[in-house]
């Protein structure tokens, strides 16, 4: 997949990382034309550029993660600082709830760590992103079989994506599309 990744900083006014997704849009497509929309259901596109591009952004702590690409993508990421250890009987409630019976095994296994928990939430999130479903679909795919992670869920490969900027080690990713 070709892809390219900038790394923003993240900041509250939506507005304001609208407008920063855009001008970065326009930079790497080279056009005043190129422009992020978003669908009823919240999934960016690229207009204004031929052939189709396909961009994808996740914010989590201090970063926003834009991700352009010549085919679909979706992308997330967790800042792991948020994730409190004391909280363990938490996720695994949350993974039950929502996940997979294989995702909350994983989870189960791992004693409700909150990172086993974030390494599976990304995966999915990713997977949701690229399909342009909501996190209501959650339940309907699995992205491990309780010990290993799926490299492609419904054809789509799905995988860690490492992303280097200084304090990235405080964070997880991962990437959802077709090469």
């Known amino acids: 997949m070709a892809f390219k990744t900038f790394i923003l900083d993240n900041i509250a006014d939506r507005s304001r990382r609208h407008e920063m997704i855009n001008e970065k849009a326009r930079e790497y497509f080279g056009t005043p034309e190129a422009e992020v929309v978003y669908s009823s ?41 948020r994730f409190s250890p004391g909280d363990h009987p938490e996720y695994t409630a949350i993974a039950e709830r929502f996940f997979s019976e294989e995702e909350a095994d994983y989870v189960r296994d791992n004693d ?17 992103k690229y399909t342009g479903r909501g996190l209501s679909e959650f339940p309907s795919f699995s992205v491990t079989d309780g010990e290993r992670f799926f490299s492609k869920v419904n054809g789509v490969p799905i995988k860690r994506f490492a992303v280097n900027f200084p304090g990235s080690s405080d964070y997880i990713f991962a990437i959802a599309g077709n090469e």
């Open 112 to 128: 409700g760590n909150p990172t086993a928990f974030a390494r599976v939430w990304v995966r999915k999130e990713a997977y949701v």
């Open 41 to 81: 259901k919240g999934k960016p596109s690229v207009t204004g550029v031929t052939p189709e591009k396909y961009v994808s952004v996740t914010t989590t702590g201090a970063v926003m993660v834009v991700v352009f690409s010549d085919m679909p993508v979706g992308v997330d990421g967790e800042y792991l600082g």
